[in-house]
């Protein structure tokens, strides 16, 4: 796996002054990254294991993915708008409802993902995995809710082998035990995918914007 550390918007590498030594990265796409990140953070933060988080792009062939698309004369917008998300520019969603999807056509190889940094000493990957799982519906391939596109795919990025291993073991289980439909997760290896950090206005997203867009995660 090659890690970005920096996409124009900073990222991670940004951030992990103070983290400890012995800190894990873990990184998983399951529909809209702004609920995915704010989901993680409200379960494991607060010293209940999880360090940092970031949402970006994973597992595409973009050379640098990202939701600033050109198409600004294209919808009439000022050059103070941007294309947010794929849920339509800020100020004129409905105007251009039909159409926002093309704004995701530059990135739809990759998807939205979240990258977190945790504490293995307080959870385990196999925690983070099986709250992955409860916390979208992983049958409905490349969707979520009314996310849909490839980009909202369900996904998990392994760092290392044993997290490979673990991640294949919780798939098991849940497609067993929890779900009657097929699940189409993807359980990616690692040294075969690439991880870029999303601009800056997506970081944190439902925190500064509590009252914004509801991620069929949540």
Avoid at 59 to 72: A, C, D, E, I, V
Avoid at 99 to 104: G, I, K, N, Q, R
Avoid at 135 to 141: A, E, G, L, R, V
Wanted: aromatic share 12%.
């Amino acid at each position: 796996m090659t890690v970005i550390p920096e996409s124009p918007a900073g990222g991670l590498a940004a951030k992990q002054q103070g983290i400890p030594p012995h800190a894990q990265k873990a990184t998983f796409a399951a529909g809209c990254f702004w609920g995915v990140e704010h989901m993680y953070r409200r379960r494991f933060g607060n010293g209940k294991g999880l360090l940092d988080a970031s949402v970006g792009y994973c597992g595409g062939n973009s050379k640098l993915p990202t939701y600033r698309q050109p198409f600004f004369f294209f919808f009439g917008l000022s050059s103070g708008d941007h294309i947010d998300h794929c849920h339509c520019a800020v100020g004129v969603r409905d105007r251009i409802a039909d159409l926002c999807s093309l704004a995701c056509l530059a990135i739809e190889t990759d998807a939205e993902a979240v990258q977190v940094i945790y504490d293995p000493t307080i959870v385990s990957y196999q925690q983070l995995v099986e709250f992955f799982y409860s916390m979208h519906d992983p049958t409905t391939k490349n969707r979520q809710g009314a996310d849909t596109g490839t980009q909202y795919r369900s996904a998990v990025f392994a760092h290392n082998e044993e997290q490979l291993r673990i991640a294949r073991s919780v798939t098991d289980q849940v497609s067993r035990r929890w779900w009657k439909a097929p699940v189409t997760t993807e359980l990616n290896p690692p040294d075969q995918w690439q991880w870029w950090t999303a601009e800056a206005y997506h970081q944190l997203y439902l925190e500064k914007n509590p009252t914004g867009y509801v991620c069929p995660a949540q």
